[in-house]
């Protein structure tokens, strides 16, 4: 796709209010979880890795619980805001999150919020089995979820990305604008890349209405 900008947003501690993918590995696979997410934040293991373990040890008959569960979530303020504010500025809104489609789909949903959306890209979970088999179509090596090489789809003058934790740093390395809060500001310190922090959509709407020169 073809735009002068693009903005490129995380799910999961971003768009919602706490990370929704923690609370549900939390909640269905607490062992799995326990023993694999420290690694994860230190980046010890790979995201690939330590997500297929985690994911893989969640049993399918609690998947109807799960997308139940993600229907309840709250969103970050100022989201709707923003979204519309991106619409009438014809810059495409792409949602990419290193979880789970169905996760994110249904809490868009319920807040209304898909037309609104260019584009999600997430994992999926295979659910034929005794346990949830996770995979997705744009992976690499380390990255269950290659948000990189997803925005690399995408020509523009200008992407700007929207995270919160370990699973946006390549996102945001790519990036040419970033907006980084919770543990992703520590590793982007880390990486000696850029950021504006931020806390809710609100700021960031107001922020790129102003560098923009565009009246909201």
Not at 59 to 75: E, L
Not at 125 to 139: A, H, K, N, R
Not at 146 to 171: C, F, L, P, R
Not at 182 to 202: A, C, G, I, S
Request: hydrophobic share 45%; net charge negative; proline share 4%.
């Amino acid at each position: 796709m073809n735009s002068s900008r693009v903005v490129f947003c995380d799910f999961d501690g971003t768009i919602t209010t706490k990370d929704t993918f923690v609370s549900v590995i939390e909640k269905f696979a607490p062992q799995a979880t326990a023993q694999f997410l420290p690694a994860i934040f230190q980046r010890k293991i790979s995201l690939k890795e330590g997500l297929n373990n985690i994911l893989g040890a969640i049993s399918t008959r609690d998947y109807p619980a799960i997308i139940r569960f993600m229907a309840t979530q709250p969103v970050r303020p100022g989201l709707k805001e923003f979204i519309e504010f991106l619409n009438s500025q014809t810059i495409p809104f792409v949602v990419i999150s290193g979880g789970l489609t169905g996760m994110v789909k249904t809490v868009l949903e319920h807040q209304q919020l898909m037309a609104g959306v260019t584009a999600i890209y997430a994992g999926e979970v295979d659910i034929t089995g005794d346990f949830l088999q996770p995979y997705c179509e744009i992976s690499s090596d380390t990255e269950f979820v290659a948000k990189a090489i997803i925005m690399a789809q995408y020509s523009a003058e200008e992407k700007i990305a929207i995270g919160d934790s370990v699973t946006d740093i390549n996102m945001s390395l790519a990036a040419d604008l970033v907006f980084a809060r919770d543990r992703l500001k520590h590793y982007l310190d880390t990486e000696n890349k850029p950021y504006v922090q931020w806390h809710d959509f609100f700021e960031i709407r107001d922020y790129l209405a102003a560098s923009w020169q565009v009246n909201e």
